[in-house]
Antibody
Framework: QVTLKESGPGMLQPSKTLSLTCSFS??????????VSWIRQPSGKSLEWLAA???????YYNPSLKSRLTVSKDTSNTQVFLKITSVDIADTATYYC???????????WGQGVMVTVSS | DVQMTQSPSYLAASPGESVSISCKAS??????LAWYQEKPGKANKLLIH???TLQSGTPSRFSGSGSGTDFTLTIRSLEFEDFAVYYC?????????FGSGTKLEIK
């Protein structure tokens, strides 16, 4: 059974760095073809893909945010991390991690973690 | 980036009716299109991938069609559990992009 769960700070101040963790089970990111992505959704708005990391450690970023994003994974291949630097109120959103399959899109999603940027 | 234009943004229908949602890509994405269902308190659910292939567990009243730039999600004989928000998404190239969503409400 594949599950993903996001965790984060809940709230942080503008200009700080947001650190998010995606903990997953039911698959290993060391398996060929596996990819985990980060996606976010401001309240009442659509979904925005942010970044992905694959089984081989290759990383992919949304060009619109690339300079502020860093995606990484742990050596046990059961967690993926996302850092967003210099956050702004516009980064307030629910952040999701999802398993990505290049033949079908995102087949499993976490429930999301809400992050509020506020002074 | 591939822009995904989804319409309508809002749809009201009654149980038993059929509805269709359109999704247009700004350039050809072959059949690399997925549809998702969003419900409060639940993880987003992949309904259809490859434009028209039902994901395991998706009821047969859902269907997808299209390729290239124009795609459609159709739900026949709506059931109460189908009232939700639906998104299309292209996975033909990075950055992956989503449509703006369609909120399906009970009339």
């Amino acid at each position: 059974q594949v599950t993903l769960k996001e965790s984060g700070p809940g709230m942080l101040q503008p200009s700080k760095t947001l650190s998010l963790t995606c903990s997953f089970s039911g698959f290993s990111l060391s398996t060929s073809g596996m990819v985990v992505s980060w996606i976010r959704q401001p309240s009442g708005k659509s979904l925005e893909w942010l970044a992905a990391i694959d089984w081989d450690g290759d990383k992919y970023y949304n060009p619109s945010l690339k300079s502020r994003l860093t995606v990484s994974k742990d050596t046990s291949n059961t967690q993926v991390f996302l850092k967003i630097t210099s956050v702004d109120i516009a980064d307030t959103a629910t952040y999701y991690c999802a398993r990505e399959d290049d033949t079908m899109g995102f087949d499993y999603w976490g429930q999301g973690v809400m992050v509020t940027v506020s002074s | 980036d591939v822009q995904m234009t989804q319409s309508p943004s809002y749809l009201a229908a009654s149980p038993g009716e059929s509805v269709s949602i359109s999704c247009k890509a700004s350039k050809s994405i072959s059949n690399n299109l997925a549809w998702y269902q969003e419900k409060p308190g639940k993880a987003n659910k992949l309904l259809i991938h490859s434009g028209s292939t039902l994901q395991s567990g998706t009821p047969s009243r859902f269907s997808g069609s299209g390729s290239g730039t124009d795609f459609t999600l159709t739900i026949r004989s709506l059931e109460f559990e189908d009232f939700a928000v639906y998104y299309c998404q292209q996975y033909n190239e990075y950055p992956l992009t989503f449509g703006s969503g369609t909120k399906l409400e009970i009339k």
